[in-house]
């Protein structure tokens, strides 16, 4: 039995007549098939055994459209299995797709960055903020997400220009050189159709659904970002006050797009904006200073070695913002309440500022630009939350000139009350004038008194 084996075994290798599949991509099926068309061979080789024959009792179908009838040099019918047509543009199909879904996903992640996508929804919350408390009694919802859009757009067009104009600067800092352009994941005329078209298409849609005016502010500071602010950083250090411009008149816009006027009521949050946006660059550029030094860029910090006259700055600033919650309660804006809120969220920021004027480290810079994070969107979250509409206004108005108007009547009812009691009181006190004596002539006529 054994020999037989031995004999079988080395017939079997010597015989084409049974062939193992050639590549790794044959099927285990086919492999089958093929021992299958090949058992009358063996059972001539190796008749003594049953149990091989009886797992391959597997006969191919002469119906299988897929397989294929051959002869090898042995005269050995061979059934090899082809692709199917449909398979292979099923496969092809899903093929093309999945390189789209990859293409959508390569460009929306360049798209992304190159708008700086949080930057950018922190600009549209100011410009949200802004329409809410220019709203009054009633908020437009629909009027608010058109003007949330359109901001998005072309704060997303500033900030890819922005990227456009400084690419040989930011591919020589280790903070911005794996952006989409430095990298070479984007090509420089395609970022330039993208910044383009999204600037003219938000613009278009403020000027539509909003007024000329929002329409206006958002040019305007698109311009004065990419086209003043951007150059400028390159050449001297008042770019951080020109970029605080920048981002002081998004919440304008915002109040225009609701209101189509801009009045002394809408400067509250644009001045917060300005004077929070000089010690968040500030701890930024000081923090950031020898890679902005590596990229070329003019920055404050850079000409102060020991952090002291930026530490200044940035506390000086932050003192301006004291007083912003007052004049928010005193313009009627908001409640009392947010005067306090104001006063304690300020002097905590001013704190910091002053901790890092003291110490000039990176610690205390650090925890100074993280309380500017923290500062902005709770400064904006109690204007909404304590904001009086135009009813609570009215009323408010009209209590206060009613009390007026009580209390200028009272203050006249006791001016004259004590008029008339010091003509009574002096007319009493002092004696008579007569004219004439009435002794020793009894026929004169009786005593005038003076009145005064």
Avoid at 289 to 310: C, E, I, N, V
Avoid at 348 to 359: M, V
Wanted: aromatic share 10%; hydrophobic share 45%; net charge positive.
């Amino acid at each position: 039995m054994w020999r037989n084996s031995r004999s079988f075994s080395s017939k079997l290798r010597s015989s084409s007549s049974f062939p193992l599949p050639s590549t790794t991509t044959t099927s285990i099926s086919t492999f089958y098939r093929h021992i299958t068309v090949a058992r009358p061979s063996l059972r001539a080789l190796y008749p003594y055994s049953s149990s091989l024959f009886s797992l391959l009792s597997l006969s191919p179908s002469s119906s299988d459209p897929t397989r294929q009838v051959f002869s090898n040099s042995h005269g050995v019918r061979v059934f090899s299995s082809v692709a199917d047509p449909s398979s292979l543009a099923s496969a092809s199909v899903v093929s093309r797709a999945r390189e789209a879904v990859d293409l959508a996903r390569h460009y929306g992640r360049c798209y992304w960055e190159l708008s700086k996508a949080r930057l950018s929804m922190l600009v549209v919350a100011t410009s949200g903020t802004g329409f809410v408390l220019g709203s009054g009694s009633t908020v437009d919802l629909g009027g608010l997400c058109w003007t949330c859009a359109g901001t998005m757009m072309v704060a997303a067009s500033a900030n890819s220009l922005n990227q456009v104009f400084e690419i040989k600067n930011d591919a020589k800092m280790k903070r911005t050189c794996r952006r989409p352009l430095p990298s070479g994941r984007i090509t420089m005329p395609h970022a330039v159709t993208w910044a383009t078209s999204v600037g003219l298409a938000g613009t278009a849609m403020l000027a539509t659904k909003a007024n000329i005016l929002a329409a206006g502010l958002a040019a305007s500071n698109l311009i004065l970002y990419a086209f003043v602010y951007t150059p400028l950083k390159q050449i001297h250090p008042v770019n951080t006050w020109v970029g605080a411009i920048v981002g002081a008149i998004p919440p304008l816009l915002g109040w225009a797009a609701a209101s189509g006027q801009i009045s002394l009521n809408s400067m509250i949050l644009p001045a917060a904006l300005y004077f929070w946006q000089i010690p968040h660059f500030m701890a930024l550029a000081y923090l950031c200073r020898d890679d902005y030094a590596a990229g070329g860029y003019k920055m404050f910090s850079l000409a102060d070695a020991s952090g002291q006259r930026t530490a200044a700055v940035a506390l000086r600033n932050c003192l301006y913002l004291v007083p912003l919650g007052f004049l928010a309660y005193d313009w009627g804006i908001t409640s009392g309440w947010f005067c306090l809120e104001s006063s304690i969220l300020t002097l905590a920021i001013s704190a910091t500022a002053f901790s890092f004027y003291r110490h000039c480290t990176m610690q205390k810079a650090r925890r100074m630009f993280h309380a500017s994070l923290l500062y902005l969107p709770v400064f904006m979250s109690g204007l909404l939350f304590h904001r009086l509409s135009d009813n609570e206004q009215t009323m408010e108005e009209d209590s206060s000139e009613t009390m007026l108007d009580g209390l200028i009547q009272e203050d006249r009812y006791i001016a004259q009350k004590n008029k008339t009691e010091h003509r009574r009181g002096f007319a009493q006190g002092r004696p008579p004038v007569a004219y004439a004596s009435v002794a020793p002539f009894p026929f004169l006529p009786v005593p005038v008194y003076a009145d005064s």
